[in-house]
Every structure is written in C-alpha cells, then in structure tokens.
C-alpha cells in the first residue's frame, strides 16, 4: 500500500467500496471496507489523497482523514456522474470519483468543522418544526371550515384560538373542543420549540466573529449569518463574490448556442435555503429604503424606476450576497460609502 498516492471512496452506510490508484493511475487496491475497518485502514494508510463525494457522512469522514495528515476531496455527486463507466456499481463509482480528483478543472466542497455541523443540526430542526406548524395551523383552520367558521391568517388569533372562537356566533359541538385542545397544545409545543432554536441560533451567532462581521451588512440577520458561515467558511474556495453567487443560483440561466447569448431567469442552483434568507433579506432592505440616507438607496431608486419590484429584489439579494463574499474572505466589516 506504500505506493498508493490516490483513493476514492464510495460512501455507504454500513459499507464503503474503496479503489486505490499510484502515481501511474494505475488501480492497486480494489476492495470494501465496513465502517470500522475503514478507519482502520485509513489510520495504518501514508498520507495520501482521498476523495470522495459530498454526501451524508462525508464530513465525518473528512475530518478523519485529515487527523491521520490526509488530504481530503469532496466533490459534488453531479459532477462525478460524468466519468461513470458503464453500468453503474458500487466499485465503478470510487473508480470514478478517483477519476474526477484528478481532473484540473474540478470544483470541490470544503469539508466542514464540528460547530458548523452542529448549527446546521439546529437550522435542519427548526425548519421541520416551521413546517409542522405551518401544517397544524392549516389542520385547525380546515377543521373549523367543516362548522362554518372561517380562521384568519396569521398566528395573533391562533395563539388566542378559543378566545377567538368564543366571540363568534356559530356553537361548536362540546367533543370537538377537546379534539381542537390537542391540535392547540401541539402548535404552542412547536410554537416553543421554534422559539428555542432561535435562541441557540442567536448564542452562537453572538460568540462567532466572522458571524459578527456578516452581520454589518444591511438586511443580514442572525439567521443568515448564521446559514452562510455554517455553509460558506471563510469563503475562500470562491475566486470572487460573483462565483458565490452563481454558486447560490442568483445569476441569469444561460442557454447559448451557435455565437447567440440568451439569458434567462435566475440558475436556482445550490443551497435553496440560503438563497431564499438572502432574498427575504433583500426585501426587507426594500421595504424600508429611505430617499438616499441608507445603503444602496440611490441605487435601488434608479433600478426601481425600470424593473419590476421582484427583479429589484433578486439583483439586491446577489449585491448582498457579493459582499458577504468581501467581509468573509478579508475578514473586515461592512462600510457604507
């Protein structure tokens, strides 16, 4: 094994399918591994490069690798689709990811720490319980609607829900005050829940200095700051801030053929949660631009004047999401000119 230089791992849950290459790209090591054999192995391997794709696991595995002094390559599973062989099997994918570690051009995700993980965990069970909320909220108001009332919008009324449904004329049957009472308590629990999470979202946020730094920027809040640091690092694997936001799917879709360039709407690739804080952040900038005393007043009134409010909105989200590039990768704060 002393002349292996190159692995490629094809991640599994319990099994892990490993190909070996020298510096000839010659194949030396064809072989499975269960989990703890695995680490087994990578422990007794020299320092070598090991690449496998971007998926669940793989930052674990990453941060293994490298307390043994390997260097480590995550690459996105679309891009390593290309050099599948033939028919598709567990030992032809690590031979393929091998095959893309090696390409010049190749794009690769930086692995990500612990902490990262952990708030990532956070982000993840807030949103089910966003969801699960919004679902139980949508349960009670079709419930109603089955005895002729009719539940506004908004969660005012329904944290006073039995309140609100004493004030109106329509008597529900005594039963279906207890089933209602369930469906209530479950809301208030996620409602709490929720509540927790942004509390831990906002302690993190307040004892990280990059977290900190992304903040000074205009319609950034702890929720952001907190997703783009935890998915982003330091930022450095962008050239420059229009690659992170073509990386966030906020620049046109490009279709061209035969010397024609035709543009379309946004690319809506990478991270669907992050683009979308973005964009809510950019609308809250909108919606409380001044006449010139503010950041990007002057230029979002002149922008306004002929494009639609929407459009605005996506082309201040990509601004935003350039200069987050800038205070991540220098590591200052935001200034205003």
């Known amino acids: 094994m002393s ?40 422990a007794q391997l020299p320092p070598c490069l090991i690449a496998f794709e971007a998926c669940g696991g793989a930052h674990w595995l990453s941060r293994a690798c490298e307390r043994h002094g390997h260097q480590v390559k995550l690459i996105p599973p679309q891009y390593v689709k290309p050099y599948v062989k033939g028919n598709k099997n567990d030992f032809i994918d690590a031979d393929a990811i091998a095959e893309a570690a090696t390409r010049p051009g190749m794009r690769f995700v930086q692995p990500k720490s612990e902490a990262a993980q952990v708030i990532a965990v956070c982000h993840r069970l807030r949103e089910g319980f966003v969801t699960e909320r919004t679902a139980v909220m949508s349960r009670i108001g079709a419930i109603l609607l089955e005895f002729g009332l009719s539940l506004p919008v908004g969660h005012s009324v329904m944290k006073q829900l039995f309140c609100w449904i004493g004030k109106q004329e329509i008597e529900l049957p005594h039963a279906l005050y207890a089933e209602l009472m369930i469906a209530h308590e479950h809301y208030l629990l996620l409602h709490e829940r929720i509540a927790e999470q942004d509390r831990k979202i906002a302690q993190w946020v307040k004892q990280d200095d990059a977290c900190q730094r992304v903040k000074t920027i205009p319609g950034v809040g702890d929720m952001i700051a907190s997703q783009l640091v935890m998915e982003v690092g330091n930022a450095q694997q962008f050239n420059n801030g229009r690659e992170m936001a073509a990386w966030l799917g906020l620049v046109p879709k490009q279709h061209s053929t035969g010397g024609k360039s035709r543009l379309l709407g946004i690319s809506k690739r990478g991270n669907k949660r992050l683009r979308c804080l973005f964009v809510h952040g950019a609308r809250a900038v909108m919606a409380h631009r001044g006449a010139g005393e503010k950041p990007f007043d002057k230029w979002l009134m002149k922008l306004c004047q002929s494009k639609p409010f929407n459009v605005a909105c996506v082309a201040l989200a990509n601004k935003l999401v350039r200069i987050a590039w800038a205070v991540l990768s220098q590591k200052t704060v935001f200034k205003a000119l």
């Open 3 to 42: 002349n292996i230089t190159l692995i490629g791992i094809d991640l599994g849950k319990s099994t892990f399918h490993v190909v070996g290459r020298d510096a000839s790209e010659h194949t030396q090591l064809r072989t499975s591994f269960s989990r703890t054999q695995l680490l087994r192995f990578i």
